[in-house]
């Protein structure tokens, strides 16, 4: 099975969605235009817009003789406080998205790429057992539609000249005496017999040879 994808880490916005409650509500607007500057958020933005001009209004309605408009900004700040503090909380995972610590992704990138050799392993088991199975499921012909995952096989024999560039370290002289050998002379039957044929540059046997499958 695919490598299951690793747990996000450990939650993280704690202060930032505390400010609303620490500050009785003023420090609301200044959290969501963090947020929305941090998320690149209109919708955030125009949110502490509203807290914005909320908090505006009952400050100005406290700062009036009036006992009503007094009484009135002492509820409005009681709810801006309560509705800020409850709305950082509720907005915290997509402002502070959690991802899994760096050594737990390379564990992961590790495992996926484990699974990939095991798939092309496989893949060649099915070549070398039943080539007219190979064939049906396309292995190695990733400039075909399949269903098949072969974990990244390229049939050297088959494929057209842009797959092959797909190879590491093959540049366009390479692949035209590629194409021109098997042209002539039909197809290979390993890595060693086209790094010899077609005189490949040393080192590049193991890199290609770790992606390359022969159909016949």
Known sequence: MHPPVPPPG???GFMWAFVPFLTFGIGTPFSFLYAAVRRHSLHLGA??????????AWMLMALSDDSVLS?????MMMMLWVAG????????????????????????????AKYRRALREEAR????EDPALAHELRIGRPDLPRGYDDGGLIDVNHVPPATLAMLPGLDEEIIDRIVRRRTEQGGFISAEEMAVDIDLPPGL??????YAVFLP
Request: no cysteine; proline share 11%.
């Open 71 to 75: 009484a009135l900004s002492i509820i």
């Open 125 to 128: 088991a099915l070549v070398a």
């Open 10 to 12: 450990e939650p993280r």
């Open 47 to 56: 949110i502490a817009g509203s807290y914005g001009a909320g908090t505006a």
């Open 205 to 210: 046997l193991p890199q290609i040879a770790e």
């Open 85 to 112: 503090s409850v709305h950082a909380f509720a907005v915290r995972p997509s402002v502070f998205p959690r991802e899994p610590p760096q050594n737990v992704r390379n564990e992961h990138a590790i495992k996926y």
